[in-house]
């Protein structure tokens, strides 16, 4: 750091070097508060995709419960053979 200091004092003179120190420093502070807008942004951005995609879940979440309520219960796959069994249903069958 030092080394840096002493080439600009060579290179720019003492009389321009606190003019170079002030206008770097403005660049720095301009570059810090550019970079925190950008950070600020992003993850304002990202905060709104996650609650995107949360709400899209829950939607779709949503979707599948409704579907589940609507659909028709299953019949029970032992019902429909007990009723072609039956004797009683046969035998009014072949009166009719």
Do not use: N
Not at 15 to 38: H, M, W
Not at 40 to 68: G, I, S, Y
């Amino acid at each position: 750091m030092i080394f840096i200091f002493v080439l600009a004092l060579l290179i720019f003179g003492p009389r321009k070097l606190p003019e170079l120190g002030r206008t770097l420093g403005k660049a720095l502070t301009e570059f810090r508060r550019a970079s925190a807008e950008v950070r600020l942004a992003v993850e304002e951005e990202m905060r709104e995709l996650d609650r995107q995609a949360r709400e899209a879940t829950r939607a779709a979440d949503q979707a599948v419960r409704e579907a589940q309520d609507d659909s028709p219960t299953r019949p029970d796959p032992a019902a429909p053979a007990a009723a072609e069994s039956s004797p009683t249903t046969g035998s009014a069958e072949t009166r009719g």
